[in-house]
């Protein structure tokens, strides 16, 4: 069961453009949400994060969305630079889980100068 | 951000033999680890959680007496794959956050383990 879905498994897009990676989740129970950058065979990076509690997250060029009713998330990279391309996680916990995280598959993110 | 070391980063071994993971939080103590698994192309699948001083939490499907893990002190857990096989080939990764109820994951660099 995949509690967390990213549909897009790849995302091209041209320098300076947005780039807008999308997520859904369906546990309910989950009320902290995370975005993760991954090059192979390296481990993830940290980008940004969000309670539940919000709907909105800005960190520079990245913000995160998260619409609690549609149980859906996503993360916007503005603008878009080459060095931006990876494939990019999100991933859902628990606040009282110590980093516990369940991910979705990921989204390959080309980034074309 | 914290700090987490891993190590090795790549290993080969023969069929049959044990392999020892390590994973250390550097700047800060972990009384709580993570160590996952991904296949190629795929995502990222808990395998269990690392308790320092008592025994790990095993998610569902992964044999506890295959991967054995350890978490003797505050800064270090490791994960020993008993008796590899080719289908143990893989990407494993652990992950620690630090105190004070974080939920913001720090991961290490990841083991790419070939059996052959």
């Known amino acids: 069961d995949q509690q967390v879905k990213q549909n897009s498994p790849s995302l091209s897009v041209q320098e300076g453009r947005i780039s807008i990676l999308n997520c859904d989740y369906t546990?309910?129970?989950?009320?902290?949400f995370l975005w993760y950058k991954k090059y192979p065979a390296e481990g993830p990076t940290f980008l940004i994060s969000?309670?539940?509690?919000?709907d909105k997250n800005e960190d520079g060029r990245f913000t995160v969305f998260l619409n609690k009713s549609a149980k859906h998330l996503s993360l916007h990279i503005v603008p878009s630079q080459p060095g931006d391309s990876a494939v990019y996680f999100c991933?859902?916990?628990?606040?009282?889980?110590?980093?516990?995280?369940?991910f979705g598959q990921g989204t390959i993110l080309t980034v074309h100068p | 951000g914290a700090v987490v070391s891993q190590h090795p980063s790549r290993v080969i071994c023969k069929s049959g033999t044990s392999v020892k993971i390590e994973c250390r939080s550097l700047?800060?103590?972990?009384?709580?680890m993570f160590w996952y698994r991904q296949f190629p192309k795929q995502s990222l699948m808990l395998m269990a959680t690392?308790?320092?001083?008592?025994?790990?939490?095993?998610e569902q499907g992964v044999e506890k007496d295959k991967f054995l893990i350890n978490h003797a002190s505050l800064t270090l857990s490791t994960l020993t794959v008993t008796s590899a096989h080719p289908e143990d080939s893989s990407f494993y990764i652990c992950?620690?956050?630090?105190?004070?109820?974080?939920?913001?994951?720090?991961f290490g660099q990841g083991t790419r383990l070939t059996v052959v």
């Open positions: 992950s620690a956050s630090p105190p004070g109820g974080n939920t913001e994951a720090f």
């Open positions: 546990n309910s129970m989950f009320d902290y």
């Open positions: 969000i309670s539940s509690i919000k």
């Open positions: 991933a859902a916990t628990y606040v009282s889980s110590y980093g516990k995280l369940t």
């Open positions: 700047d800060f103590q972990a009384t709580t």
């Open positions: 690392s308790n320092e001083g008592s025994k790990a939490t095993y």
